[in-house]
């Protein structure tokens, strides 16, 4: 998790301005905690205020760590663009994971998180651990 959190960005794919679904309380969860964050919502221009990105590809630089809260069919698609584009850093929220993420992620060179905690639960207590 410390590598996770020892990124200087970050991008929440499935983002959502509902605030009753998981894509937005989990871009909340970032902004509760002065994370930079950046919304990824092919839909939406704007979300809790923050300019919306379209796809990873639309980040201006991928040096950074992305929470996916999206489908496990689009979550294939988020982590064959995250490969592409070089980002290392990815954590599945719970449900989201796609089938065989973990052997793709490992050819690949990508830190994936999944199967297991949901930021809004232990993030606070995760993001503290990797400050230390």
Known sequence: MSVFFSSKAFAVVGASADRS?????????????????????????????????????????????????????????????????????????PGSEPEGFRDFAAKNGIHAIGNGPCILIEGETLLSEAKL
Do not use: M
């Open 21 to 93: 679904k998981y894509g937005n309380k989990v871009l909340r969860w970032y902004i509760d905690n002065k994370l930079p964050v950046t919304p990824i919502n092919p839909k939406a221009d704007e979300i809790e205020g923050l300019q919306c990105k379209k796809t990873l590809s639309d980040l201006p630089s991928t040096e950074l760590s992305i929470s996916v809260i999206t489908p496990p069919q689009v979550s294939l698609r988020v982590l064959e663009e995250a490969a592409r584009l070089g980002i290392r850093h990815i954590w599945f929220q």
